[in-house]
Every structure is written in C-alpha cells, then in structure tokens.
C-alpha cells in the first residue's frame, strides 16, 4: 500500500495535497487498511464488504499485489469474492508471483468460484501463473474443462 505522492510537512493531516497528489494516510489509517487483507484471509464476508461499501477500495492489494479479491479465492471464500465482485473488483489484477485470482480458484480446485470469475470476464490466459498454467502443472483436468467449456 504505497502513496503516490508525499505532503509537505505542513499540510493538513488527511487533506489533500496542494499539488492534487493522493494524500498521506495516517498510521492509523495505514494499519486498518492492512487488516483488511486478514479480514478476507478469513472469510468474514459481511464485515469486509460493509467495510467496501463504507469506502474501503475494492480493488486494496497488499505489498505483494494481493488484491482482497485473490486472497479471498486462494483462502476458498466464494462468497466473499462474489460479494467483492458485485462490488467491481478488477479480475485482471495479477500479484507478484504472477497469480491472478482465476489461477488461484482452479489451484484450489474451487468450481464455483472459477465459473464465477469466468463469469465475471476472467481471462484464464493472463499471468505468468495463468489459470491454465496452474491446470497444466497440476494436471486438473476437471478444471481445465471448465476453463475449456468457458472459451468455446
């Protein structure tokens, strides 16, 4: 969780910069951020998309590009991430390692959550760890033929 830009020391906490830049989050703000990502880890499903609706990004990754999306696929919470995906979650995103939540849902073995992410136009080819990729790798034939009856 990076800024894009830094305030002058003696800009207003939470006001924007006079430049227009993002403006600083306090410690404070940082921290309750970041327990988001625990939040969707664990699958508590209402809480996190109250939170979404209350103006907490739906689209938050973490230091390592996980998005709240991905991490609620990779920890099977097919709810929570049909809930951030109402919401408008980018299903594009892909972290660090080159995972995309896709790729995550067919690692999991998860049917619901991947014709979900399918649904929600998904591309299975994107990432270095593409949904494909993992199915290949990981020889998961009955997910390679969700990925497969999704194309055609």
Known sequence: ???DSRPSADAPENQPPADGGTPEL???????????FDVARSGRTQELLDLVDRGVPVNLSNDKGDSLLILAVYNDHTELAEGLLA????VHRINDRGQ???GCAVFRQNEEATRALLAAGSDPHLGRQSAYAV???FSLDSMRAILDAHQS
């Open 1 to 3: 969780m990076s800024q």
């Open 100 to 102: 995309t939540a896709l």
């Open 87 to 90: 919401r408008g979650a980018d």
């Open 135 to 137: 199915a290949e790798i």
């Open 26 to 36: 306090t410690a404070e703000q940082m921290e309750f951020l970041a327990s988001m």
